[in-house]
Nanobody, 126 residues
């Protein structure tokens, strides 16, 4: 079956960096916008970043504040999220997702995505 699998999460101290990866199996990503979302304990899932299929358009949530970089390698069918200067508020499970339609340039609403990974947990202590 089609799968998105996130990796690269872990437990770090405030100010550290992490590189998250989202690899696809049995699912093509190159023609779809991709997104990163996160869900902290006791909170609803929220938008983090989105990237168009050829990386020409990128948007981040306001709380990113220039700290994160989303990218993709369509030849490897993989999407990345590099997170720098992590804060305790970044503690959450991070999910990647594929947009529902190839006509979406980017999307910030979780309802615009229909394939999701299982998530990779990130814990930031201070």
């Amino acid at each position: 079956q089609a799968q998105l699998i996130e990796s690269g999460g872990g437990s770090v101290q405030a100010g550290a960096s992490l590189r998250l990866s989202c690899a696809a199996r049995g699912l093509n990503l190159s023609m779809w916008a991709m997104g990163w979302f996160r869900q902290a304990p006791g909170k609803e899932r929220e938008f983090v970043a989105t990237i168009s299929r050829r990386s020409g358009t990128i948007y981040y949530a306001d709380f990113v504040e220039g700290r994160f970089t989303v990218s993709r390698d369509n030849a490897k069918n993989t999407v990345f999220l590099v997170m720098n200067n992590l804060k305790s508020e970044d503690t959450a499970v991070y999910f990647c997702a594929r947009a529902r339609l190839t006509t979406y340039n980017t999307a910030t609403d979780q309802n615009d995505y229909n394939y999701w990974g299982q998530g990779t947990p990130v814990t930031v202590s201070s």
